[in-house]
């Protein structure tokens, strides 16, 4: 963001307030979170797997912003994937695994 490189300690600094609360007992979720589709994939499992690592750690929910579209395992529309056909639509393979990783 602006240049600064958000590798996980930056992003559990970013995520510092929300981790405090969970820690004191209060549930936190993290809507809509997710990456836009023209985010290189590589670079966007990577950083959403640093995402997926703090948030479960520290007992946070989290939902995608979408399921199907372009912040979601069907149908994202990105050009850097190797999609697989699941009922008729394009199945981000990678993105589900990481998933089903947390």
Do not use: Q
Not at 36 to 63: C, M, Q, R, S
């Amino acid at each position: 963001m602006n240049g600064e490189m958000f590798d996980r300690t930056k992003l559990e600094t970013y995520y510092k307030d929300w981790i405090a609360l969970a820690k004191s007992g209060v549930g936190v979720h993290c809507g809509e979170c997710g990456c836009w589709n023209k985010t290189p994939h590589n670079v966007f499992l990577a950083w959403f797997e640093d995402v997926l690592g703090i948030l479960t750690e520290n007992k946070i929910g989290y939902a995608l912003w979408n399921f199907r579209g372009d912040f979601g395992i069907l149908d994202s529309r990105r050009d850097d994937v190797a999609y697989e056909d699941w009922h008729g639509h394009k199945l981000d393979t990678k993105l589900l695994a990481l998933l089903k990783k947390y």
